[in-house]
């Protein structure tokens, strides 16, 4: 059984087409009566997180910062590497456990604050190592990193439409961040400009620019969707 609207192969459940809605009808196929799994306007509402769960969460990330802390501070009587291994959880714990607390965590919210942890990690790296590159080379990246995803992260997050627009900007900007990371790396390390950052800029635009097409002819993207579909 095929979609009359775009053709596409469905089963013989199926009472919608899953990419276009189309309502499907067969007249050969009677369809057997069913009752609602749920009374009607009345929706299953999804259990909440237990904070038992969450706190146990907490307790193995506690586990490995414990053990390294006597680890580090058993090998000579002081602090040497201990501050890089709890730098690295404790991004890892803001990025993945910290919005377990929340039932809805808010993806626009958390999003900077990965970023803003993780920037904090690397200027920790900078000064523990006695390096000079977080200014210039550390900040900016990680500065045009989180404006890139932030932004794409927003725009999904509380637009509807436009998907395919603000994906193949992500990816035209992702190309243009390449260069500039080049560039970046080159001056901080005193290093020759190569140019091996043209050839993902010019990837990421030809298919951040390939999605844009996309989104501006519908008829090439219903004949993607239908290629894809299978």
């Known amino acids: 059984m095929y979609c009359v609207k775009c053709g596409v192969k469905l089963s013989d459940t199926e009472k919608k087409c899953p990419l276009c809605k189309t309502a499907v009808y067969h007249p050969d196929i009677v369809q057997e009566k069913a009752y609602p ?11 909440l997180r237990p904070k038992a769960l ?3 969460i907490a307790v193995l990330f506690m586990i490995p910062l414990l053990i390294c802390f006597l680890s580090d501070l058993q090998s000579d009587g002081r602090l040497d590497w201990f501050g890089f291994v709890a730098g690295a959880l404790a991004v890892a714990y803001i990025a993945f456990a ?15 604050c990965v970023f803003a942890a993780a920037t904090l990690y690397v200027l920790y790296i900078d000064l523990a190592t006695g390096g000079k590159w977080f200014l210039s080379f550390a ?5 045009c990193l ?12 509380y637009l509807k439409k436009g998907k395919l627009y603000i994906i193949g900007g992500a990816f ?3 190309g ?19 140019g091996w950052s043209f050839y993902p800029l010019g990837i990421l635009a030809l298919f951040g620019g390939f999605l844009i097409y996309l989104a501006i002819n519908t008829t090439a993207c219903e004949i993607m969707e239908r290629k894809l579909f299978f």
């Open 54 to 56: 969450n706190g146990a």
């Open 176 to 194: 243009g961040f390449m260069l500039l990371f080049e560039f970046l790396l080159d001056i901080t390390f005193e290093l020759s400009f190569v």
């Open 172 to 174: 035209v900007a992702l």
């Open 139 to 143: 900040f900016p990246v990680a500065g």
């Open 98 to 112: 910290l919005p377990l607390w929340f039932s809805k965590p808010n993806p626009v919210v958390f999003t900077p």
């Open 146 to 157: 989180c404006a890139i995803t932030c932004t794409v992260v927003t725009l999904l997050y």
């Open 37 to 47: 799994l749920y009374p009607k306007n009345k929706k299953p509402v999804a259990p």
